[in-house]
Antibody, heavy 118, light 110 residues
Framework: QVKLVQSGTEVKKPGASVKVSCQASGYTFSSYNMHWVRQAPGQGLEWMGMITPSGDRASDAQKFQDRVTMTRDTSTSTVYMALSGLTSEDTAVYYC???????????WGQGTLVTVSS | QSALTQPASVSGSPGQSITISCTGTSSDVGGYNFVSWYQQHPGKAPKFMIYDVSNRPSGVSNRFSGSKSGNTASLTISGLQAEDEADYYCSSYTSSSTWVFGGGTKLTVL
């Protein structure tokens, strides 16, 4: 069965960077895009970006373009999302979500809480 | 890219039907049949419920159905059950090759 297992809770100071991992299993990792979605406390879902199977091209929401880097390691079936220049507004649960090949997200990781506080 | 517009809350009694709307623009909902819906219970990851406007993934109850007219998509839940109480989010592919979510709708089963 498809599983996406994310790294654990992070606490960061303003201005710092964070890198969240998402290890996939149960499907052909190199055949599907992976998305990142975040959810601030008590708020809705926000799409951040996507990385293609080759990792050569990633699509990002404009508001994150200067701060987010998405990479993938096919040898470990893991994708990474790094976010720099953290502020309190980046406090959120970050999810990886597998692309369904139907313009949607069929499997989700358990989420990683990132707290930004001085 | 602005978030798609959903009602903040809807409610219904067990056995009834409810509909949640999701309004966008011709650059997203109206321009593509790539609308999907997700159910999220408190403290849990979202669950995939509908894709391509009206298709259900394997394992999703046929009480859940989707439709679209113009720039507005809709999710209908029939035969409401207590376990349907959750937050629901729509999403659409956009003309900028990005995705956008709705603000979310809290469903209360009375």
């Amino acid at each position: 069965q498809v599983k996406l297992v994310q790294s654990g809770t992070e606490v960061k100071k303003p201005g710092a960077s964070v890198k969240v991992s998402c290890q996939a299993s149960g499907y052909t990792f190199s055949s599907y895009n992976m998305h990142w979605v975040r959810q601030a406390p008590g708020q809705g879902l926000e799409w951040m970006g996507m990385i293609t199977p080759s990792g050569d091209r990633a699509s990002d929401a404009q508001k994150f373009q200067d701060r987010v880097t998405m990479t993938r390691d096919t040898s470990t079936s893991t994708v990474y999302m790094a976010l720099s220049g953290l502020t309190s507004e980046d406090t959120a649960v970050y999810y990886c979500a597998k692309d369904s090949s139907n313009w949607s997200f069929d499997f989700w990781g358990q989420g990683t809480l990132v707290t930004v506080s001085s | 890219q602005s978030a798609l517009t959903q009602p903040a809350s809807v409610s219904g009694s067990p056995g009834q039907s409810i509909t949640i709307s999701c309004t966008g623009t011709s650059s997203d909902v109206g321009g593509y049949n790539f609308v999907s819906w997700y159910q999220q219970h408190p403290g849990k990851a979202p669950k995939f419920m509908i894709y391509d406007v009206s298709n259900r993934p394997s394992g999703v109850s046929n009480r859940f159905s989707g439709s679209k007219s113009g720039n507005t998509a809709s999710l209908t839940i029939s035969g409401l059950q207590a376990e349907d109480e959750a937050d629901y989010y729509c999403s659409s592919y956009t003309s900028s090759s990005t995705w956008v979510f709705g603000g979310g709708t809290k469903l209360t089963v009375l």
